[in-house]
């Protein structure tokens, strides 16, 4: 079975829990990274550790007293390590780092052995992430705007990538009941500009330049970043700038950026075409450089896994429970 | 060790956790209650669980499917007879109720043998809740108005008591870098309105009538309704309206209330004295009333339990870990 | 064929039209009501006429001084008494009255022959207005709260029944994407209360009350009046007060209130039971009572016309083009 | 008399109506553009045509499906050359062309013989629209500031060129009271930035820069950016920001821009002198320069019609009646 | 020449002056009420001092430590005293109190000889404060909405009577432009409610009730106060409530209140009539039962003041400088 | 004793007071400059004097007409010529330019003797301004945000440098109650970006970059100014945009700047380091550049003069109260 790192051990993945006397749980109190390898190697990880630990300090959680950054980094390298075995050769490690705040007080003494922040790593096959999605790297996504606004970073900033959204599910929610199965939230500020997907940045493509939402409201994406690097190799412009409603109508092109599938091109607004409605030729250069720039092919690599979970070649026990 | 009822068993306190994977601690995706009891009767269970059935619809977690609200009651009492032999004589039963939307469901192939809803009954006594508070009652607490506001009910409706909820954490933290050891946060809502606090309830006394704000941006305490039931046994008028500060400042008499301590007198904001800055006479008759009502003296009951615990009486290991 | 009455004049209804050049079509500047009959018999048509005399005023259009308002009410049933031979026996007449600013003034000298205000009175039979509704007494509308916000009294008065609203047929288009065929839009102000439909008002029941927005961001529908009325004759409490998406999502009933089908059940907030997501004995009041005021059966009316469409009893040339 | 295109068909001018239950005046549903010509030659057509597809596919009427752009830029040509011939020499052609949705659905089968979009172009002679303007470029306009805000584009965008717009109305009667015979209203936005006037665009100059509203909440005026190509021509430098009122108080100049006058002066707010209350340098050269672009110097036209109108050799009835 | 009591001294009127290095020159941080007699008799003294020591708690100026309110009341009487030989037998005492927290510590040691709170008590003859409102009683005020809005209670609150009002100016400035003399500022707050006037809260009357701002962005006027309380003795109904532009726009009556003036009337609004654009039946029994409560017809004095100021009457010298 | 300029004259410092009846006591209706010199020799006079003269256009005092700026520079360089023998040799000059509007007209017959603005120079040594700072040089500032906000432009204008500033003296008495005593505040505007201090400006550094809030609500300071002048003569990039407390939080360094101490370090944000929590090295390459070119080491100025407070070496009469 796959393992976890907590707190310096090792344990069944079964077994990876919080607490419900932990703050995690009695505040949402967790602050949490997730990355992805490309061909097994992880990408930007560096990148997920700084922001992990802006996250922790803006919370006033003193995560570098009790783990530098070097030794986070050395623990990712070792639970991905210690759960290769448990990987197949066409997996890829996403890792969830999870940091919690520990016990409240009070719990302490009475329920707690451990005291002070709870660090935890993950390891699991990128595949489960990313299921279903294959078919829409070729028919795009359907952006729905749903009532739900993005919480403002004055009240619960998205740069701190934490554990209090539900209302990120209750825009899921209300995009749930829309026509269709492509649909994904495309959540407005409450200054009613474009913010982001529910876990995810999104960019439109005008007269061949990138725009994207200014970072502010918004989760700082390390793919969004990426973007922009290789938008820069490319000779693309880009601007992070305010962007309404009528901009991503008759925008060229669209897409969102996010660490499982990197590049997902949004093809309509609420049914209504973007540009021709079909993915278009920006989106199409920056998964190819990306692709090349990582060396794998990871819109056929997702195909691929798709296909196994429709065929059955993918189930569940071999992976979850063997050992 | 005391137990925990965990989706229809009983654990050990020690088990009672949750799992990484679960929408939880993902999302913040928990609604809780937590009530009380006196002389060991929980206090207003009905009206808790009402509450915890309308936060799980807003939420479209279908609990009533899963377990009706009777069940739910009888889980609690249930609860309550299995942990007494752990408690003391003196002791209260704090009860807290959460109820997860369980594992996202990529997970729940791989990871879960439990599929939906966790429903979680912990019964812990009273008097760590409330260790420390003995001395408010007579000096009261100081108010502070922190930079953060509260999220508004469009955002991340507080009326719905769920867990995602950070920004609470964030006030407390701002408060506490403030001089003096009452301090306690109280929340402007984004109309700049006074809220509430972050788990209590605010009221002020101005000639001889009780206002708190009105049920928008706020949980709506059962506390806080019982108050009012109280203000009309006793032929004292209250209103539900918009105050600002200036309204507080200007008060005659200030209170918080919540479950565990009932009504608590805040005797000044910002270090400027509120009324004469001393417990006020409306306070003590809303103290008296409700421990009339339930035939318990609650403030001396705190008082007796933090007496106990400056005395080292009261210590950890025998109640948490015993059996 | 029916007959338009225009500035003193009856014209053909094919020939009821505005120039591209009036106020009308060039800022959205007319003003309007519109009403029916129950038997044959106006109803409310005083209120209807106070309203557009106040919509007038607020709008700076002189209407008082080239139409009183008693004047205005000969000239609608004299329009009505013009169509009559236009109308079967089962018809109701809904009446359209359109007030434009007229021309602008360059065009005045260029184009018109008229200067000044246009006034309109239209009749038409109801049961096109209401064609498709009959179903909807039975299973009830969903409301579905789109991301579009009523715009607020300040930029653009929703309390001035008039045509500058595009932002109305957003919403609509908006739901339309929605799963199901009973949608209808339920819009939040920009304060993200309540507001109301797009061309309705909307209630609750909660615990035998009836709740409705306060009148500030909406109109202040006659039918909405009709309804306090009505409560008041049953002895049933009704507030006007500040209502947020939760207090729909508990509330016990809902209804919308709208001049051609009085009041229609909402049973469910974005595919969300509301009570029971049956219609509810309330409603059920409400409209038996309003029936039996004015000595009509009006949903089974509805009903009844909605059957003769669906047989072919009910086709277009007959009524539109006789004559 | 002059003509009109009319869904293909060109009627008198006076006939150019739309139906009291077309979705134009039912919901001031309707999109608009208005060009000019220089020297009979009509300017940034194409440019408009965009814009004008742009508002159709924001508001979802299919515009393109009906009518290619290249057709609507033919049939405008066609226009023209049919009303050449009631224009005198020394006219200019002023193209409005009007796209309503058409009737609502429940009349299209009771009133209308036509279905869908109606697609309007009507011709008429610019000086009509600029009467009285021609002193304006010798003194400057006041620029008042009404209560009135403007409608942010999250409510109903003005980057959409529509008809729903009272408001503009509602803005131009709060200014009229206003001393002095040459005041035009000068929006804010809901931010409280400077948004623009009811049917144009306002620029300052500062130190030589020019300085215009973000195009957010106005309309994105095709003279607008024709300032700006011709700022690139004389190596000046523009900028689109955020300006507030204490910008437009301390400015060196400011001024206008609008189809039918290109540039105009504004020279004081609220009666206080901007820069030195003359007509400064740079609107001088903004405006040389767009005559000698365009082989027209406008400003002399539109002051010899305004002379011609003074005495009395312009009049209505040649021009609008004749044939 | 008339004294004021300044730091329980007299001294001249040309005197009474505040150090550049005062907080109340640096930081606006100056508090104060006006008063005003009847036939010599101070009105509300008691409420004004109220509502004096409530801004000093708020700007925590620890005034009832300096001075009690007794003491307060009776230096004020002392003042009069004072004065009374400078002033007309057909004068009233218009007091003026000003506490402002007093030089800046770094000044203290430097400049000053006094530390701490000033407390100032001029006495003025009335006359000047109403010089020319004689004719608004019967033609009433212009009220005219700016585009200043007021400033909100959370940033700088109204209800706090003190002297940080250049946003007052700026309204007033705004509206000075307007044609016409009878002008006068009425403000809305940042929610465009109707808030007060630039020193004057704000009514309408409405089918016989009285409505008028909810008290929260506004001074909590004594006069307003006192109308309610001649409204109780009269039996009409009245309402504090949110207001906008359209219930003022068809109010049957509307007027504003004020110390000097007590009841003044508005009969328009931006030059449109509020109901019959008359001197109201209401506001001329509110003025009836106010002169007969207080036996002094005060519109009457006001009058006859203004006449002896347009017959030269009334000039400045005897007044000011006599002794 | 030192002299102060009054209205053309020179009157001894006791003297310079405004009258309680003059239009900055009764509005706070006052506008300012504060300048300082380096070696006796003033700095940016020039600039201040045309931030002054904007400031006065826009609320509309006219300034120009009664002093031009080339007389206003020349009256300032004649007061400290005065003033000079009052003054150490190590001193420095600190000028305060106050401009009010005079007399209220009603008072301006009655009262006064001079009507019409009142123009104020002050001439004080540094010293004292600066008293008390020499350490924060060395352990920096500790910035808290209050829960006061800044009042925006549209409100209040910041940028114009006006004495309505209650809400800055609120904010400094908030963040007074905070634990040490190097508490500053940094206030956040009501869109909950960082503005400015109350009375300085913020800058943070990140990865070598200046970011200071974009000038819009906030006063434009001179010294903030200056510093984008070092920043280019040193090749340090500098940008102006929204910042957020997130990017305070995470800040490398960060600073306050003023006119009497030029560039202070910040070090923590409500006590969580900025950075590594000492004083970084790019403030200090702004200080020593910042020295060099005014050739004067400004920190170790102050650090005297706190020296010599703190030996007694300065006391207060020599200066004040001599000749």
Request: proline share 3%; with cysteine.
């Amino acid at each position: 079975m796959r393992k976890v790192y907590y707190n310096g051990k090792f344990v069944d993945e079964t077994e990876a829990n919080v607490s419900i006397y932990d703050s995690a749980l009695m505040f949402g109190d967790m602050i949490f990274e997730m990355t992805r390898s490309f061909n097994k190697k992880q990408f930007r990880l560096k990148e997920h550790l700084q922001r992990l630990y802006a996250s922790a300090k803006y919370l006033r959680m003193n995560l570098e007293s009790v783990m530098t950054m070097d030794e986070m980094e050395k623990a990712v390298y070792e639970t991905i390590k210690v759960n290769e075995p448990f990987f197949n050769d066409d997996d890829e490690h996403r890792i969830m780092i999870d940091v919690t705040r520990g016990l409240l007080s009070i719990y302490q003494e009475v329920v707690g052995t451990h005291k002070g922040l709870n660090i935890i790593i993950a390891d699991f096959p990128l595949r489960w992430t990313v299921r279903g999605m294959g078919e829409l790297f070729d028919k795009g996504i359907n952006a729905v705007i749903p009532s739900q606004r993005a919480i403002p970073a004055s009240l619960l900033d998205p740069k701190v990538k934490n554990r209090s959204r539900i209302h990120y599910l209750m825009a899921n929610m209300q995009v749930s009941n829309y026509e269709g199965d492509n649909n994904w939230a495309l959540l407005l500020d409450t200054d009613n500009f474009i913010a982001e997907g529910t876990g995810d940045n999104f960019f439109i493509v005008k007269d061949d330049v990138l725009y994207t939402p200014e970072p502010r409201n918004i989760l700082r994406g390390i793919s969004r970043e990426y973007v922009f690097e290789i938008a820069k190799e490319l000779g693309v412009q880009y601007c992070e700038c305010n962007l309404d409603v009528y901009d991503v109508a008759n925008a060229d092109e669209a897409f969102m950026t996010g660490t499982p599938f990197c590049v997902l091109p949004v093809t309509s607004l609420d049914r209504q075409k973007i540009g021709t409605g079909e993915v278009g030729p920006m989106v199409k250069r920056l998964i190819k450089k990306w692709s090349d720039n990582v060396g794998l092919d990871f819109v056929a690599q997702i195909k691929d896994w798709n296909k196994k979970f429709d065929s059955g070649e993918i189930t569940v026990s071999p992976y979850s429970f063997k050992n």
